[in-house]
């Protein structure tokens, strides 16, 4: 993206919903407390939006099948990587109705992260539902605030 003519480098906004929320953190952060782990390039990045996304490959996994989050490696999961983005802003949604990745693991994702940060969960939303036809008018006021806000800083 930074090297497209019809993109400033220097107001990306990422946005991470449910296994793209672990990528997006993992690319942009590091893992706290892992060894020989790169440091990622932060540069431009004026914002990070999370809709639905999990904790950490081991606790996904292990909610689908039980014992096998012992298989996984959790470098690259989103409660590594968190708190390594500040100052980055923030942006965490999720609905309390998810189906597939307990909302639960939003709010541990929130307690991890550092300000500045911000939290809207959609009262009986489903998976990734903030962008959905039923919920978007809702959140979408909060989201573009979100947004500007961001770009607006500094």
């Not at 782990?37 to 939006?49: L, S």
């Not at 968190?82 to 929130?110: F, N, R």
Request: proline share 5%.
């Amino acid at each position: 993206m930074r090297h497209r003519a019809d993109v400033n480098p220097e107001r990306l906004v990422l946005l991470g919903q449910s296994l793209g929320g672990n990528n997006v953190l993992a690319a942009v952060g590091h893992c706290v407390g892992c060894a020989n782990m790169r440091y990622a390039d932060q540069a431009g990045i004026r914002a990070i939006i999370l809709d639905s996304t999990f904790l950490s490959y081991s606790s996904i996994a292990n909610q689908m099948i039980p014992g096998s989050g012992y298989l996984l490696d959790d470098r690259y999961s989103a409660d590594r990587n968190i708190a390594s983005v500040s100052p980055i802003p923030v942006l965490i949604l999720h609905g309390t109705a998810d189906h597939v990745i307990p909302w639960q693991d939003s709010e541990k994702l929130y307690a991890l992260a550092r300000e500045p940060k911000q939290k809207i969960f959609i009262p009986d939303g489903d998976h990734i539902d903030a962008f959905s036809g039923r919920y978007a008018n809702l959140y979408r006021d909060a989201m573009i605030k979100f947004i500007q806000t961001a770009l607006s800083a500094k």
